[in-house]
């Protein structure tokens, strides 16, 4: 069973800095895209920042400059660097990935959600 688990969210102040983690774990044969959303109180989850396994990077026009989204894939893991955070930058940070697994009779493909961790940037 895969299962991905993120880390490093909690209280930041204003142009404070975070990083997030977020390991994958289960009989994993390989990992594609790797990305992070975010959803904020009473508005819908968005996209903040993807990767793809041979390190491609798309970002938010929001976060562009601010944010840095890596992965090592030898620890099936993807990280979010965010620096000069801002208050509506508040939310819960989940990450999401797209992985193929293997099953006792068959590779199975799908996407996975984090648990989420909650970012908050007082204003």
């Known amino acids: 069973q895969v299962q991905l688990v993120e880390s490093g969210g909690g209280l930041v102040q204003p142009g404070g800095s975070l990083r997030l983690s977020c390991a994958a774990s289960g009989s994993i044969v390989s990992i594609t895209a790797m990305g992070w959303y975010r959803q904020a109180p009473g508005k819908e989850r968005e996209l903040v920042a993807t990767?793809?396994?041979?390190?491609?990077?798309d970002y938010a026009d929001s976060v562009k400059g601010r944010f840095t989204i890596s992965r090592d894939n030898a620890k099936n893991t993807v990280y979010l660097q965010m620096n000069s955070l801002k208050p509506e930058d508040t939310a819960v940070y989940y990450c999401?990935?797209?992985?193929?697994?293997?099953?006792?009779?068959?590779?199975?493909?799908?996407?996975?959600w984090g648990q989420g961790t909650q970012v908050t940037v007082p204003s």
């Open positions: 990767v793809t396994s041979d390190g491609n990077t």
């Open positions: 999401n990935a797209e992985i193929f697994s293997r099953t006792p009779i068959s590779i199975n493909s799908g996407y996975y």
